[in-house]
Structures are given as C-alpha cells and as structure tokens.
C-alpha cells in the first residue's frame, strides 16, 4: 500500500498562475484533509472533507479550493497564486472521525515568486 | 480553540529518557491528548494519544496530570531517529472531523 501520495513534491509558480495539488490514498479512508506549514511553524487546517461529495473549510480557506469526487482523491486548486502562498502543504487521511490517527502524506513545497 | 503550550525546544543524550511537557489548562473534560511528531522534512506522524488514564505504547508513553491542565510525553530510551519537532494537541471535533490545532512544538535534539 503507498497510504498516502501527494504530487507533486515541488513547485514553483509565478504570481497570479493556477495550480492544483493532488492527493491520493489508498487507505479507503472516509476523512481527508489539507493543511500548510509555514517555516518554523505548525500546521493550519486548510479544509477538509468527511467523505465523497461533502467539503468544508479549516481555518485558512481564502485562496484555495477543494473537490472531492471520489474515496481516493482530495484535489487542492490554487487560483491566483500570491507570494502568501509559498509554504508546504500536506495532505493528511483518517478512517473516521473522532479521536481516531491521522495519516499525513509527505508534503508538496510550493515556492511563488 | 483549546490551545498548549511548550517549549520551543530541548535536548537529551542518546539511550536516555526524555520527558517533554506540555500545558494545556483551558482543556475540556471531552478533549482527547494526542502527541505527534515531525521528523525533519516529512509530514507530521501520530505517536500516542490519551483522554485520563497513562498510556504506553510502543513509541512512548503518555502521563496525563489527574486535573488533565498537563501532560507529558515520555520516550523511554531515546535514539538519534527521534530528533524531531514533537506536537502536544487538543483535539476539537468539529461534525465529527478532526480539527488538529498545532503549535511551535518542542524541537528535540539528540547528542550522540
């Protein structure tokens, strides 16, 4: 099992260029989510979804979007890149909710200049 | 949000015990405790996780205050492999997803 994929593992972008960010696992969880790190910093919920279909926003959503059509794959669209952006991004899956572990991805950089 | 505080970072030797705290003192009695770890350049890992009682697993173990406002991550023989960013964090279930809050964390050093 390869749990969970992200790609692509760097990226630079100019201001104002699009993007999307995939994320796969194969783990058939129900929960994935997607967050960014900042140098030196924690990790921020970006959104999440709880299954195929239902989306819902974290705590930084402005500026991205996310789809969720299928079990495996939760897409991160960047629309209008600005240099805010540049950070790391990881996608993280859980079986279900409440206290149960989540599994993280290993991160895209993402560099706009 | 409940939030934790630790320190920005530690040290120990190698094949001692290291014990990182953390403060979480606005916790409600509904909040689980996990710990997770970022080795350097990788996504985050869980490592344990607690809600009253001590818990041991096969990374760590976890000792929860009796007031729950504290708790500490114990590694009982620490190796170079457990250099890490460490993460004490309350979890917040928001329609039953998972709504992790993380801080600065605890950056662990290991001395050879």
């Known amino acids: 099992n390869a749990g969970v994929t992200q790609t692509p593992k760097f990226r630079i972008l100019k201001i104002g260029q699009s993007m999307t960010l995939q994320c796969t696992q194969d783990?058939?969880?129900?929960?994935m989510y997607w967050y960014r790190q900042d140098p030196g910093m924690g990790l921020k919920l970006i959104y999440y979804?709880?299954?195929?279909?239902?989306?819902d926003k974290g705590e930084v959503p402005n500026g991205y979007n996310v789809s969720r059509s299928t079990t495996e794959d939760f897409p991160l669209r960047l629309e209008l890149a600005a240099p805010s952006q540049t950070s790391v991004y990881f996608c993280?899956?859980?079986?279900?909710?409440?206290?149960?572990?989540?599994?993280f991805g290993p991160g895209t950089r993402l560099l706009v200049l | 949000d409940a939030k934790t505080t630790q320190p920005n970072s530690m040290e120990s030797n190698e094949e001692e015990p290291v014990h990182l705290p953390c403060n979480h003192s606005?916790?409600?009695?509904?909040?689980?405790i996990h710990w997770y770890r970022q080795l350097p350049s990788q996504g985050p890992e869980y490592v344990i996780h607690?809600?009253?009682s001590n818990v041991n697993n096969r990374m760590a173990s976890l000792a929860i205050a009796e007031d729950r406002k504290s708790s500490t991550l114990i590694l009982h023989r620490a190796t170079l492999r457990d250099a890490a960013v460490y993460y004490c964090?309350?979890?917040?279930?928001?329609?039953?997803?998972?709504?992790?809050?993380f801080g600065q964390g605890t950056r662990l050093t290991i001395n050879p």
């Open positions: 993280a899956t859980q079986r279900s909710g409440g206290k149960e572990t989540q599994y």
């Open positions: 783990m058939n969880h129900n929960y």
């Open positions: 979804s709880v299954g195929a279909g239902i989306t």
């Open positions: 606005t916790i409600s009695g509904t909040d689980y």
């Open positions: 607690g809600l009253t």
């Open positions: 964090i309350l979890i917040s279930i928001i329609q039953g997803a998972q709504k992790l809050v």
